[in-house]
């Protein structure tokens, strides 16, 4: 009974391909996000949701879209991979009203495009 | 806009003894919440402790607590009687109280030597 759950965990695939991660938390958590996680190590912030509508958009190439088809579900998809995008996604979820939880993160996808 | 900072990269420790990790934040917000977690080489992202800007004492959680100095703006991790399953990297985070957004710091990588 996996709390935040991603597939795949492994993608290899190619420049240009195109991929899609998808995300299910089972929680009952009304905000879900996506971090990209590079080979430094360093967690950054890519898109967050609140049920079902899109409240954070950072600074990412529009190769990445983002869709939540209902509030348990945050998919990731990836046009036209480049080798820049190797790194690991995270997903994760929150209450809002919730706060001192904090954040509960699914396993983590590694991307490598080669 | 919120900024954590880690300076240490990597730490030693003995078995046993105390290790504190340095966690010091930036924000113009008058309320937040301050986490901290840990990801050990298997990649997952655990949630450990978690302090609010206007909570009264500092956090414990078994054998970590947090040293909240909230004029010097720090937020350092205690992790006492360290175990070899403690080795891993710790990240610090933070998020205002309105603010969905998590930031991480760069994360210290801790190791515990038998």
């Known amino acids: 009974d996996t709390a935040v759950s991603q597939t795949p965990k492994y993608l290899v695939t190619q420049m240009g391909n195109d991929k899609s991660i998808k995300c299910e938390q089972n929680?009952?958590?009304?905000?879900m996000y996506w971090y990209k996680q590079d080979s430094k190590k360093f967690l950054k912030i890519m898109f967050s949701y609140n049920n079902k509508e899109l409240i954070i958009n950072e600074t990412v190439p529009n190769r990445f879209s983002p869709k939540s088809p209902d509030k348990a579900h945050l998919n990731l998809h990836i046009n036209s991979l480049e080798l820049g995008d190797s790194a690991v996604y995270f997903c994760?979820?929150?209450?809002?009203?919730?706060?001192?939880?904090?954040?509960?993160f699914g396993s983590g996808t590694r991307l490598t495009v080669v | 806009a919120q900024k954590i900072t880690q300076t240490q990269p990597g730490m030693f420790v003995q078995e046993k003894e105390a290790v504190t990790l340095d966690c010091t934040y930036d924000t113009s917000d008058p309320s937040y919440g301050l986490f901290w977690y840990k990801q050990p080489s298997s990649g997952e992202m655990i949630f450990l402790i978690y302090?609010?800007?206007?909570?009264?004492q500092n956090a414990t959680e078994g054998r970590y607590s947090l040293n909240f100095q909230k004029a010097r703006k720090s937020a350092n991790l205690v992790i006492s009687a360290s175990q070899l399953g403690d080795s891993a990297m710790y990240f610090c985070a933070m998020r205002g109280i309105n603010d969905y957004k998590l930031s991480f710091g760069a994360g210290t990588t801790v190791t515990v030597r038998a």
């Open positions: 929680l009952g958590h009304d905000t």
């Open positions: 302090q609010g800007s206007y909570d009264q």
């Open positions: 994760a979820s929150s209450q809002s009203d919730r706060g001192r939880d904090g954040y509960t």
